[in-house]
């Protein structure tokens, strides 16, 4: 099964419907957004963080035109020295490869170790923005949907500033 049709399989089980726009494969939201333009919905970027010691995870979901600040989320999640994932750790940890990273490889985590933190700026808006697994389609989701979708999988959607 491709990881297009488990994030699909995935939803239709849980009632969440989508709309579907297929690309070019792409790796960088400014790339997305030009193949999505005219469509609704609130572009986001996910980042896949961890501390040094690589024992916690911080998979972070905000608005794809805001800039992460670093110690300030640090300080957020009481953590320090935290980076961005590697290529390595993302297929490890969510099961995808950079430029796919969404809050749906939550389906791949098995350890179940990753925590999920979305910009507060976000969770108001109706309709949010990712990739399904991977970079060839840009699914457009319900807000709520998103946060069913993340406690479905057993996971707390904590809503802070970023």
């Known amino acids: 099964m491709t990881p297009i049709e488990q994030v699909a399989q995935k939803l239709k089980s849980l009632g969440i419907g989508y709309t579907s726009v297929e690309h070019p494969p792409v790796f960088t ?9 005219g469509y609704a919905g609130t572009r986001t970027k996910t980042l896949l963080l961890n501390n040094s010691n690589k ?6 979901v905000m608005s794809d035109n ?3 600040d670093l110690k300030k989320f640090q300080s957020t999640v009481q953590s320090t020295r935290l980076s961005m994932a590697s290529p390595e750790r993302l297929k490890i940890k969510l099961g995808v ?8 490889g939550l389906l791949n985590n098995v350890d179940h170790d ?5 910009d507060e700026q976000i969770v108001s808006t ?6 399904p697994n991977d970079n060839t389609q840009t ?3 319900k807000t709520g949907d998103v946060m069913k979708f993340v406690q479905e999988m057993g996971f ?4 802070v500033a970023l």
């Open 156 to 159: 707390e959607p904590n809503i």
């Open 55 to 60: 024992t916690e995870y911080y998979l972070v």
């Open 66 to 68: 805001v800039r992460l």
């Open 29 to 37: 939201t400014e790339e997305a957004d030009k193949l999505i333009a």
């Open 114 to 118: 990753v925590r999920v933190y979305f």
């Open 126 to 131: 109706e309709m949010l923005v990712f990739h």
């Open 139 to 141: 699914w457009f989701i």
């Open 97 to 104: 490869t950079p430029g796919s990273v969404s809050v749906f």
